[in-house]
């Protein structure tokens, strides 16, 4: 059974620090990851993708892949009460069935 | 259309009826999927369809699920039999399709209560 684990949070940051979400994956072979934020009551929309090992940036978004330990992060720098979400972690292995994890809920305390 | 459509936004039924949900996928999109969320949970997968190729349907949890793709765009899914389980958001995604990941770009979804 392939796997995406997220802890569930609710994870609560003040605002302007910077939020760390993590996730792993149990399928070695995964090639594609992505990071979805949802609101409450609405559809998931994607906020980076990674396909690489390392960091990858994108204003105050920066997503980091560590392929040898199966985890991606997503790091939220100057964190905004608006960033308050939940943040779903996705990961393919080639082809087209994404696995998403649960998500994990992120509150800006403002 | 711009973005992935869905409708109707909210659906309640009573147990036992027979409901349709239905998605237009980003013009252009080949690959469309259907997934099911239950509230507080994570996406559950529940079909596939890429271009005119035979749909992936393993995740569809009963008989009493199906969906089909007319003219390689809009889709439509259908729960007969209706259970109060069945209550759930229904978010449809579409990409731009082929042999590796992309992309999913997600509708609004529509909201099923069963009475």
């Known amino acids: 059974q392939k796997e995406v684990e997220q802890n569930s949070g609710p994870l609560s940051v003040p605002e302007g620090a910077i939020a760390s979400l993590n996730c792993t994956y149990s399928?070695?072979?995964?090639?594609?990851f992505f990071w979805y934020r949802q609101y409450s009551g609405k559809s998931p929309e994607l906020i980076m993708s990674i396909y690489s090992n390392g960091d990858k940036e994108d204003g105050r978004f920066t997503a980091q892949l560590n392929k040898a330990s199966q985890y991606v992060s997503l790091l939220i720098r100057d964190s905004q009460p608006s960033d308050s979400a939940t943040y779903l972690c996705?990961?393919?292995?080639?082809?087209?069935?994404?696995?998403f994890g649960t998500g994990t809920r992120l509150k800006v305390l403002a | 259309g711009a973005g992935v459509s869905q409708s109707p936004s909210n659906k309640v039924t009573e147990k036992g009826k027979d409901v349709e949900l239905r998605c237009d996928p980003i013009?252009?999109?080949?690959?469309l999927y259907w997934y099911r969320q239950s509230l507080g949970q994570g996406l559950e997968f529940l079909i596939y369809f890429q271009g005119n190729s035979a749909p992936d349907k393993s995740g569809l949890p009963s008989d009493r699920f199906s969906a089909e793709r007319t003219g390689g765009s809009v889709s439509t899914l259908t729960i007969q039999r209706t259970q109060q389980e069945d209550s759930a958001v229904y978010l449809c995604?579409?990409?731009?399709?082929?042999?590796?990941?992309?992309?999913?770009?997600f509708g609004p979804g529509t909201r099923l209560t069963v009475l």
């Open positions: 399928d070695r072979v995964s090639q594609s």
């Open positions: 996705a990961v393919t292995s080639g082809t087209y069935k994404y696995i």
């Open positions: 995604a579409s990409s731009g399709g082929g042999a590796l990941a992309d992309t999913q770009y």
């Open positions: 013009s252009g999109h080949t690959a």
